[in-house]
């Protein structure tokens, strides 16, 4: 019998992958650099390559698996249980504290709130939509937070941190107190009190234990976010307990992506309470597929991050994480002291006490105008200088006080070795820049068309807007300047109404990613 030839069935590339890979790498060259301590904030730099290449490799061995289902590929729970452990330990856990590996900070905080909304409304015999309990927290408490209320339908009762002196940027106890005893109910509508270790805008470190004892007292869980400090301030010489340790602290969030160096995608929410932990899983058998069972937000998911995770603190270990955050301390110090210090550099000032490997830098408000330094002009002063910080609004509390505009400053390792050259930049912008105000909001503000703060925006709208303030999609090529100098920006982002600048700033974002053609 004649059977017809088989045709051929051949994969022809579209692009020769050798070619495919230079073109990225020709992206990449106009990212802002990753390494080498250029740029404070976003990266965490532990300055040992070895390290990369561990992650590199460890993620490409686990490329393929699916952490959606950890019985079918086992290795995935063995790797989450060790990182688990890993923090547990680290973190003041015992044989009870339980956790999970999670994409990032902001779902580790989804998931705190939600597995606290969830076990608020189970307790009371409600379902979602039919309550909306409060989340109590410092104004400073990261956005992820706002992200949660809006996602998981709570009320978001921000309470005014603060605002000068040593302890700005905290929150006094007493008034997350006041905000417990304070609801129609008392502390009954309140389904979870979060305070930071430390916050990321100033590097405050909230009372954690005087909080825990007022939540605990009224029988409100605590989440402490340690998502920046969790791998670094456990090797902060001095200070109080912050973390499991503490009574009445019922779930703290801690990134490995951040100061325990694993590439971006992996972070650990513990929780003290097994059934709290089982509240922030879905799980369905009601449709005609495989039951689901998601501990996290997203249903299939990489298992490289994880690995890369677990890799990096199997070489570290904890010896190695403190001598790293040993190195991220000692350049904290050494800019704080360059800043604040007896010879540092006058118009700027340190803000609060921070704790940890990071700070905020204010205008002095001891000196007079023409002395001043405003930290944006000297955020962009710097940038000129080839170092990026990154530039912080001002807040106007709801007590009636104001945190100032800051520059934020993130220090890793690899910041102690490149002091040398950061701390005289730092000097030099604040001396090319003193005494120069802030861009006037109300000039650019000037160059926008009446708007109703209140009307939605549509997106045609939003785009000419931004036009209208010189901050258009420009021309599509990546090494195009997509925004240019933050002191404008700021000015703006604190000039107008927060729910406009908002939607501008989606717009803004959005377009950047839209196809050019
Ligand atoms: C205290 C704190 N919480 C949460 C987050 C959110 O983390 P991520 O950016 O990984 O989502 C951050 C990020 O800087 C943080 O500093």
């Known amino acids: 019998m004649n059977r017809p030839a088989p045709t051929a069935d051949v994969l022809d590339l579209a692009q020769d992958p050798a070619a495919v890979l230079a073109a990225l790498a020709a992206l990449r060259r106009h990212d802002a650099p990753t390494h080498g301590g250029r740029v404070l904030s976003y990266v965490y730099d532990p300055g040992v390559p070895e390290l990369d290449a561990l992650a590199g490799d460890a993620a490409h061995a686990m490329q393929p698996v699916n952490g959606l289902d950890p019985t079918t590929f086992r290795s995935v729970a063995a790797l989450e249980r060790d990182v688990v452990a890993f923090a547990r330990d680290l973190l003041g856990g015992d044989a009870d504290t339980v956790g999970t590996v999670t994409s990032g900070g902001t779902e580790s905080c989804l998931l705190a709130v939600q597995s606290a909304r969830d076990t608020w409304l189970a307790a009371r015999g409600l379902r979602p939509g039919e309550a909306r309990p409060r989340l109590v927290a410092p104004v400073t408490v990261h956005a992820a937070f706002q992200k949660a209320a809006h996602l998981y339908g709570l009320e978001l009762d921000l309470v005014p941190v603060v605002a000068e002196g040593p ?59 340690a998502c920046i400090g969790g791998f670094a301030l456990p090797f902060w010489p001095g200070l109080p307990a912050w973390d499991l340790r503490v009574p009445g602290v019922t779930s703290v969030s801690a990134d490995l992506h951040k100061y325990a160096f694993a590439p971006k995608g992996a972070s650990v929410l513990l929780h003290r309470d097994r059934d709290r932990q089982r509240a922030q899983y879905f799980a369905t058998t009601r449709w005609p597929g495989y039951p689901v069972v998601n501990p996290t937000l997203l249903g299939s998911r990489s298992g490289g991050p994880l690995a890369a995770a677990w890799a990096i603190l199997q070489a570290l270990g904890r010896d190695g994480l403190a001598t790293l955050a040993g190195r991220a301390r000692r350049a904290t110090l050494a800019l704080r002291d360059a800043i604040d210090g007896p010879d540092g550099i006058a118009g700027l000032r340190v803000v609060g006490s921070p704790v940890g490997p990071l700070l905020a830098v204010a205008a002095d408000p001891a000196v007079t105008a023409d002395r001043r330094v405003d930290p944006h002009v000297w955020a962009d002063a710097v940038a000129g200088r080839g170092w990026v910080l990154q530039a912080q609004p001002g807040l106007d509390q709801a007590d009636g006080t104001r945190l100032p505009h800051t520059t934020h400053l993130t220090v890793t390792p690899v910041t102690d070795g490149v002091l040398g050259e950061l701390v005289p930049a730092l000097r030099a912008a604040a001396d090319d820049v003193r005494g120069r105000p802030r861009p006037d909001a109300g000039a650019l503000l000037g160059a926008l068309p009446p708007i109703d703060p209140d009307a939605p925006l549509d997106s045609a709208t939003a785009a000419e807007l931004l036009d209208g303030i010189g901050l258009g999609a420009g021309d599509g090529e990546p090494d195009a300047p997509s925004v240019g100098p933050m002191a404008p920006l700021l000015a703006l982002v604190e000039a107008l109404p927060a729910a406009l600048v908002e939607r501008l700033l989606v717009e803004l974002l959005a377009r950047l990613v839209e196809p050019r053609s």
């Open 167 to 225: 302890t700005a940027g905290a929150v006094d106890a007493n008034a997350v107190g006041a905000r417990l005893a304070g609801g129609p109910q008392g502390a009954d509508d309140v389904a979870l009190v979060v305070v930071s270790a430390p916050s990321y805008p100033h590097a405050a470190a909230d009372p954690v234990a005087d909080v825990a004892a007022l939540a605990a007292a009224t029988g409100v869980p605590l989440h402490v976010d």
